[in-house]
Antibody
Framework: QVQLQESGPGLVKPSETLYLTCVVS?????????WDWVRQTPGRGLEWMGS???????YYNPSLESRVTMSVDTSKNLFSLKLTSVTATDTAVYYC??????????????WGQGTLVTVSS | DIQMTQSPSTLSASVGDRVTVTCRAS??????LAWYQQKPGKAPKLLIY???TLESGVPSRFSGSGSGTEFTLTISSLQPDDFATYYC????????FGQGTKLEIK
């Protein structure tokens, strides 16, 4: 059974950097799929942040591109999110998700449980 | 950006009802659309992809249709477990989600 599990601090100060990791169990990241981050707020709903492939290829939401970096560690079977210069508007539930990226697909078939990150001093 | 607009925002229905949720794209997305179900405190769950293909394990009372800019999610006979919020998502150009439709018990 494939599972994704986010981890990271629940509280980040304004202007600092948010780091999250997503550990994948039951499936090797190197075997395929894209690995993505999606966040959710009551005001903006679900927002795709970006994708990382096991060889390190990344794609980011243009609205976040200047602040987002994603990476993958195949030895630990995890992928990571870094978001710089956070503000209160980055307060959200952050989900890691597996994206099916073959012809005709671009949906997210597996999700982590989500982790709430609050930006506050 | 491709904007996704769902209607209605809230839908009240009873067990056994047939319900339909609509999702409109701001430009043509062919059939590159997925539907998700989300319950409070949980992650979204994939129901349908490529507008009408049912994800493995999803009950057949769920169905999707449409192409271009207008899409629908239909639940043929509502079950108690179906009361949740439903989202559409386009994957024609990057990835954007609708604002959600909350399905409530009447």
């Amino acid at each position: 059974q494939v599972q994704l599990q986010e981890s990271g601090p629940g509280l980040v100060k304004p202007s600092e950097t948010l780091y999250l990791t997503c550990v994948v169990s039951g499936y090797s990241i190197s075997s395929g799929y894209y690995w993505d981050w999606v966040r959710q707020t009551p005001g903006r709903g679900l927002e795709w942040m970006g994708s990382v492939y096991h060889i390190g290829t990344t794609y980011y939401n243009p609205s976040l591109e200047s602040r987002v970096t994603m990476s993958v560690d195949t030895s630990k079977n995890l992928f990571s999110l870094k978001l710089t210069s956070v503000t209160a508007t980055d307060t959200a539930v952050y989900y890691c998700a597996r994206k099916v990226a073959v012809t005709g697909r671009g949906d997210f078939d597996l999700w982590g449980q989500g982790t709430l990150v609050t930006v506050s001093s | 950006d491709i904007q996704m607009t769902q209607s209605p925002s809230t839908l009240s229905a009873s067990v056994g009802d047939r319900v339909t949720v609509t999702c409109r794209a701001s430009q043509s997305i062919s059939s590159w659309l997925a539907w998700y179900q989300q319950k409070p405190g949980k992650a979204p769950k994939l129901l349908i992809y490529k507008a009408s293909t049912l994800e493995s394990g999803v009950p057949s009372r769920f169905s999707g249709s449409g192409s271009g800019t207008e899409f629908t999610l239909t639940i043929s006979s509502l079950q108690p477990d179906d009361f949740a919020t439903y989202y559409c998502q386009q994957y024609h150009t990057y990835y954007t989600f609708g604002q959600g439709t909350k399905l409530e018990i009447k």
